[in-house]
Nanobody
Framework: VQLQASGGGLVQAGDSLRLSCAVS????????MGWFRQFPGKEREFIAA????????YYTESLKGRFTISRDNVKNAVYLQMNSLNPEDTAVYYC?????????????????WGQGTLVTVSS
């Protein structure tokens, strides 16, 4: 499985941005697709997850309602819509995937990672 994240850039506080993750290779219907972010000097933290072909979405509580994960199985892509961005959202954002099972918020479960895309929010 190969993942290619894109859509990052420099935006102003209050703006919205949609990140994309292009997915290629063998993906199972039970695979979990996740978005994470990493601040300088910190570990990657969970944002949201969605199963590849069915089921609910999962969010870290602090971002629920402001960030939305979605998928397009025809385009083989996963998206992260981010609204009302603020400078504290500045980070490198990663998409990731794993076969399923276990905790969707645990980075150790994910064995496929995209290269990361930088989001910078200016005040």
């Amino acid at each position: 499985v190969q993942l290619q994240a894109s859509g990052g850039g420099l935006v102003q506080a209050g703006d919205s941005l949609r990140l994309s993750c292009a997915v290629s290779g063998r993906i199972f219907s039970s695979s979990v697709m996740g978005w994470f972010r990493q601040f300088p000097g910190k570990e990657r933290e969970f944002i949201a997850a969605i199963t590849w072909s069915y089921g609910p979405t999962y969010y870290t509580e602090s971002l629920k309602g402001r960030f939305t994960i979605s998928r397009d199985n025809v385009k083989n892509a996963v998206y992260l819509q981010m609204n009302s961005l603020n400078p504290e959202d500045t980070a490198v954002y990663y998409c990731a995937a794993y076969r399923g099972g276990g905790s969707y918020y645990n980075t150790l479960n994910y064995n496929y990672w995209g290269q990361g895309t930088l989001v910078t929010v200016s005040s």
